[in-house]
Nanobody, 119 residues
Framework: QVQLVESGGGLVQAGGSLRLSCAASGRTFSMYVVGWFRQAPGKEREFVARMPWSGSSTNYADSVKGRFTISKDNARNTVYLQMNSLKPEDTAVYYC????????????WGQGTQVTVSS
């Protein structure tokens, strides 16, 4: 059974940093893209960042470019989202997800972790 488990969320002041982790299990993800998404109260879920499990290229939403960094540790089957210079508008539930290459939507989702940035 595939599982994606996020951790690392919490409360931080504006300008601070957090690192989110997403531990993946249940299958080999070499043919998958792994992404981070977020959903703020009353808003739709939005894309944050992504990278292929077997590569190093990255993509970011314009709103987080230069502040967030996605990375992975293949040995630990874990994907990270380093978030720096956090703003109150970054407050949201953050989800990691995995998309099989060639499939139009993300196949697997984690349960989410809350990030709250105070002003």
């Amino acid at each position: 059974q595939v599982q994606l488990v996020e951790s690392g969320g919490g409360l931080v002041q504006a300008g601070g940093s957090l690192r989110l982790s997403c531990a993946a299990s249940g299958r080999t993800f070499s043919m998958y893209v792994v992404g981070w998404f977020r959903q703020a109260p009353g808003k739709e879920r939005e894309f944050v960042a992504r990278m292929p499990w077997s590569g190093s290229s990255t993509n970011y939403a314009d709103s987080v470019k230069g502040r967030f960094t996605i990375s992975k540790d293949n040995a630990r089957n874990t994907v990270y989202l380093q978030m720096n210079s956090l703003k109150p508008e970054d407050t949201a539930v953050y989800y990691c997800a995995a998309q099989q290459i060639g499939v139009p939507s993300y196949n697997y989702w984690g349960q989410g972790t809350q990030v709250t940035v105070s002003s």
